[in-house]
Each structure stands twice: as structure tokens, then as C-alpha cells.
């Protein structure tokens, strides 16, 4: 792993509202998994009920808020007369859920893993009556690395423990719905992917507010970074990242903030705005 050229991207998904109601994106856009729309700087597509886009990476703050920008514009446009929220949760009538073709209530269709283990994770139960979005963040620093190769698996669940810490501890204090975690969400959750990393242990709820997309950037470069320097927060605090994170432990998170400054260096006022304190 070398810091040059560390590149972030995401795909996030959203849900869809009208009429102060959720309804299901199913068939409402071009894009699927496997064949995502191209637009300008990114792609879209239909994931289950919500849509999803993503972009091109970036290797600068300006480039990753631009894209995210320009990506979400083209979706509204496309989406005219509904409303694209940032909702980690939304709850649809039983009678609307079985309305919906079974392609748009699978879930879990390719396996993610616990960083901790190395383990696939559980696929959730998709009988219920709500869907959660994820805002996922993707970090490059390698190219054509075999997905199975012990080493670069090994790497990814590295980076992606320090991402609980870095990414994980702090999003607890700007996503308060907890009801995630019942199906996606845990601390450690990755996939390892050919350029690196793909972390999926954050909801969508860094989408609503401009400062919070720029520290997911900041801090997974300097998670990065860290870790590649060799001062990683795991070998010094080993799972308390983990248990506040699944815990949805607020106490626990806020004082891992307090001991690891690093952390926190140069965000103080976005917490306290997030925090109201």
C-alpha cells in the first residue's frame, strides 16, 4: 500500500419520495448491478427499491464533492416530480411491498465480509417492511489485485478496521437511526475489490450536509495514511471501534473520539454543529 494516488469514490443509495410517502424506484430509471447507466462523472442505476449512483474517483476533496454534485443533479433531473432522500431507512405499507416484482425486494445478492474475521457476512432477512440505503465508500491505491490473493484481502481488512475508527465511530453522531444494523451495517464491513477497497459499513446520511461529505473524504485519506505510516488505531484499541459501532454505543464512540485527538483534529466545530453542543 502507498499513499501516492489514493483515490475515494462511493455509490450511495437513496430512496425515492412523493406525497410525503416512500415508493419503490423499480423501473423508474435506466441501470442495473450489472449494467449501470453511464452519465457524466458517474453512473446510475436501480438497486432493489432505491437507486443507486456512483462516481469516478477522486483524488481531491473539490473532485469528490464535485462528482457527488454532478452525478446527483443528472439523477434529479431524471427523476423529475419525486424527491431523492438521504434516508438510511424507509418504511413502505406491506400491501405496497408485496406489489413489488421479486427482483425489487432481493437483497443481499453478492456477499459482503467482516474485516474482523474474514467471514462472509449473514444475508438479511428481506421479509420485512423496510428498506435501508447505504452510502458506501470505495479506496483505490492498486490496480488488477487479485480479489482472493491473501495479502490484498489482508490489506483490505486492515484499512477497513481503521475505517471504523476513522469513519465508522464518528457516524454515529451524525446517523442516529439505529434500525440499520438490524440488516446492514455492521463495523468491519467490506469488500475487497481489484483497486483496493470497498467499505460498507456507513448508511446514505453523510449525503444531506456538505461539511460531512467533505470529512468522509478528509478522513479516509488519513486513515489511509495513518495505517501506511504505521500508526494504526486498531493495534492500540483493538475492537472498541467494533462494539461502539454495532452497539450503536454513543457514550463508548464519543469516548474514543476523546482519547484518539488525531480523530477529531480540525473537525471540532462539525461535531459540535452535528451535536448541537
Not at 61 to 85: D, P, T
Not at 260 to 268: K, Q, R
Request: aromatic fraction near 10%; include cysteine; charged fraction near 25%.
Amino acid at each position: 500500500m502507498a499513499t501516492r494516488n489514493v483515490m475515494v469514490g462511493c455509490d450511495p443509495e437513496l430512496f425515492l419520495r412523493k406525497d410525503d410517502s416512500f415508493v419503490s424506484a423499480y423501473g423508474l430509471i435506466p441501470g442495473t448491478k450489472a449494467d449501470p447507466h453511464r452519465v457524466r462523472s458517474g453512473a446510475v442505476q436501480v438497486d432493489g427499491m432505491a437507486v443507486e449512483f456512483n462516481i469516478e474517483p477522486a483524488t481531491t476533496l473539490r473532485g469528490f464533492k464535485s462528482r457527488i454534485k454532478a452525478v446527483r443533479r443528472q439523477l434529479e433531473a431524471m427523476l423529475e416530480g419525486y424527491e431523492l432522500v438521504s434516508s438510511p431507512i424507509a418504511h413502505f405499507d406491506e400491501a405496497y411491498m408485496r406489489s413489488q416484482p421479486e427482483e425489487a425486494l432481493e437483497l443481499g445478492c453478492d456477499p459482503d465480509y467482516n474485516a474482523y474475521t474474514g467471514e462472509a457476512n449473514e444475508r438479511p432477512n428481506g421479509n420485512v417492511s423496510f428498506r435501508t440505503a447505504g452510502g458506501h465508500v470505495h479506496i483505490g491505491w492498486t490496480t488488477d489485485a487479485p480479489l482472493d490473493h491473501p495479502d490484498h484481502v489482508e490489506a483490505c481488512r486492515m484499512l477497513t478496521r481503521e475505517l471504523d475508527f476513522y469513519l465508522g465511530v464518528p457516524s454515529l453522531f451524525w446517523d442516529t437511526e439505529d434500525g440499520r444494523r438490524a440488516m446492514y451495517g455492521k463495523a468491519g464491513a467490506f469488500r475487497s475489490k481489484s483497486y483496493g477497497v470497498e467499505y460498507r459499513s456507513l448508511s446514505n446520511a453523510w449525503l444531506a450536509d456538505d461539511d460531512i461529505m467533505g470529512f468522509v473524504f478528509k478522513q479516509t485519506q488519513k486513515a489511509f495514511k495513518n495505517l501506511v505510516d504505521g500508526h494504526s488505531l486498531y493495534n492500540k484499541s483493538s475492537n472498541a471501534a467494533k462494539t461502539a459501532v454495532d452497539n450503536n454505543d454513543r457514550e463508548l464512540a464519543q469516548a474514543i473520539l476523546n482519547h484518539e485527538g488525531a480523530i477529531l483534529d480540525g473537525v471540532e466545530e462539525l461535531f459540535a454543529r452535528i451535536t448541537g453542543e
